[in-house]
């Protein structure tokens, strides 16, 4: 473990474990929380992230405590490794990402391109440089494929069958890590996360439900609603996402584990949970629109590995969660 040696009075030698930590994506949504998180904690991190999705805005306080900003693109095999080997992290989180569904079907080879090739190089980086841990953001909303024919919440033993470009991206990312760890014992973790939501998340683009509906309630516009709205999400907040993920990198656990709450929340249930904080009372009634392709009816993901193997549970009602979030707009 990579430290800092210090002599104290006497003069012997103490040495202080300073983690160093690189988080992909880290100017995004969920990353930015987790360098805040890392640096509460005294790691020393770095961030490599192309501001495609994320912003400099992200990384004001973490930026200012100390934190290194590497702009770079994770399909540059050369600049990824080139920064992994400077900063020499224990752990890599790898988060960076395309993270759109209706993207990952518009435009597939470019899905494959960041999730596929780029995860392969930040993965074969941390190998080269000899890391400690990976813990690689996956998903369970999209990596399970249609839940109507699964049991739910789903475990992750249930079969993978993914009905977009997005979803089988990460799978393939989780298949690289597994060959990994058989080629080289290569530590990682894999979360599948559920439909993460909290403050910072980009209501422009088309991930962030949540984010989306809170930015039109506090602007009194009138939500959409893509399908007749019964259709289900496991929704988790951001600071629980970041627990897990902090817990996950501090031990050796293998393989794939499901961070959500294992509730299915239906679109409908959300704008009921929102309309409470309408202004003035008005509501939040929606529009109907077609159902998009690639999306599926019925999801949630049961956490139970997650609370075995990492002591991890969801802490945040749904209520507690939306308002925090409407409460930072
Ligand atoms: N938000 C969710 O509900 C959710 C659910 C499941 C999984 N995930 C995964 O969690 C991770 C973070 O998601 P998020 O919601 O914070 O998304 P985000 O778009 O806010 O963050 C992604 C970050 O990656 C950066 N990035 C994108 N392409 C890059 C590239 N080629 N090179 C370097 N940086 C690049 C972006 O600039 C951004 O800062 C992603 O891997 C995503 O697939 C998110």
Known sequence: MPGRRLANPQGLLLVCAVMKSLVTGGAGFIGS????????????????????????????????SGATLVEGDICDADRIQAAVNDFNPGTIFHLAAQGEVRRSIDEPAFDASVNVVGAVNVIDAGQKAGLDRFVFASTGGAIYGEGDRLDLPAAESSLLEPLCPYGLSK????????????????????????????????PKGEAGVVAIFCELLKQGGRPVVFGDGTQTRDYVYVDDVVEAIVAASRTDVEGAINVGTGVEISLLQLLEALAKHSPEGKGFEPEFDEKRPGEVMRIAIDPSRAGLELGWSPSTSLEAGLKETLDAL
């Open 33 to 64: 929380h987790l360098v805040d998180a890392l640096l509460r904690r005294g790691d020393e991190v770095t961030i490599f992230d192309d501001l495609s999705s994320g912003s400099r805005e992200n990384l004001a306080s973490a930026l200012a």
């Open 171 to 202: 799978m393939v990312g989780e298949k690289y890590l597994e060959l990994y760890r058989r080629m080289y014992m290569f530590n990682s973790v894999a979360l599948r996360f559920g439909n993460v939501y909290g403050p910072r998340q980009n």
